[in-house]
């Protein structure tokens, strides 16, 4: 791919690490739950306390929505950016919001730890150079028509702009079937790994739009390498203002938490399984002794 100057792999190979509250995005699996959107203090708040109790890593909550619809509830704004301080202060959790237009980056940058674009505003390149200037992290969601060339462009636009704590997060895309909310293009994981350092999440509560396709489509997700995951929790899902399809129970959160932690510690026995065999074994002392050609089968 072309001109993807900063957002391109390194020759060096490191990858990104974005540093949050001791939280190392990139290195550590970070998982950030939380409501579709934030809707009263009762609702955040016990939301958050389920979330921290299950092993969540970060809350998320929308304050600001990008409705499909413009009567549709669009968010408490400030209000609901102070209850999420709120929350944070209760539970110690950093915080992960939407922001939606330019004039508001750099305020609603005081509340958030992370600053998310959303997939309906990845192409607004503006909203990108301000995010880029806000020094904030920023989740930068993959735009629902947008190739992976377009997306990492977009990153680049907040890369250039001096600001190198972007984490990518897939989200589904449009495609014919419509059983899904949108299709989890889960390729996109190993593909971003190969071409690009930054960490790259992935969200199947809007990936699929289906309660039952969230745990085994997290568990793909962690399979092909994710770094992370974003998923809607809410305490009361049947009431919820928005995606009230997509939410799970504090109950399902907290069987997802422990399926992924039992699945992580497998992958890393295989890993380690692998790293242990004989030809790896050669290729690391090769490397070692500086006899390491660089070729591989
Ligand atoms: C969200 O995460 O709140 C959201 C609106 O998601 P997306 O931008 O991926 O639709
Ligand atoms: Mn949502």
């Avoid at 992370?114 to 909203?127: C, D, H, P, T």
């Avoid at 971003?192 to 997700?221: C, N, Q, W, Y």
Wanted: charged letters at 25%; aromatic letters at 4%; proline letters at 4%.
């Amino acid at each position: 791919m072309k001109n993807l100057k900063l957002t391109g792999t390194k020759a060096d190979g490191l990858r990104t690490v974005v540093e949050i509250s001791g939280i190392k995005i990139g290195l550590d699996f970070v998982v950030i739950a939380g409501p579709c959107a934030v809707e009263s203090e009762d609702q955040l708040v016990r939301t958050a306390v389920a979330v921290k109790e299950a092993g969540g890593t970060m809350l998320r909550g929308g304050a600001f929505k990008p409705r499909t619809s413009p009567y549709a509830f669009q968010g408490l704004g400030l209000k609901g950016l102070k209850i999420l301080d709120k929350a944070r202060r209760e539970t110690g959790l950093p915080i992960v919001t939407e922001v939606i237009d330019t004039r508001d980056v750099s305020w609603v940058g005081e509340y958030a730890d992370i600053l998310q674009i959303g997939a309906r505003n990845m192409q607004n390149y503006s909203l990108l150079r301000e995010a880029g200037k806000s020094g904030r992290p920023i989740l930068l969601k993959r735009g629902m028509y947008s190739t992976l060339e377009e997306w990492l462009n977009c990153a680049e636009y907040i890369l250039a702009e001096g600001n190198p704590g972007i984490i990518l997060c897939e989200r589904g895309i449009r495609s014919f079937e419509t059983y899904t909310r949108n299709t989890l293009d889960l390729n996109i994981v190993p593909a971003v790994k190969g071409l690009s350092h930054l960490p790259i999440f992935v969200d199947p509560s809007h990936g699929t739009g289906v309660l039952r396709l969230i745990e085994p489509m997290s568990m793909a997700a962690v399979t092909a390498g994710a770094d992370g995951l974003e998923v809607e929790v809410h305490i009361d899902p049947s009431t919820a203002l928005s995606d009230k399809d997509q939410q799970l129970s504090p109950q399902a959160f907290a069987r997802l938490m422990r399926k992924l932690t039992a699945l992580r510690s497998a992958l890393a026995a295989i890993e380690a399984d692998e790293a242990n065999r004989p030809e790896a074994k050669e290729a690391i002392a090769a490397v070692m002794d500086g006899k390491d050609n660089g070729e591989r089968a």
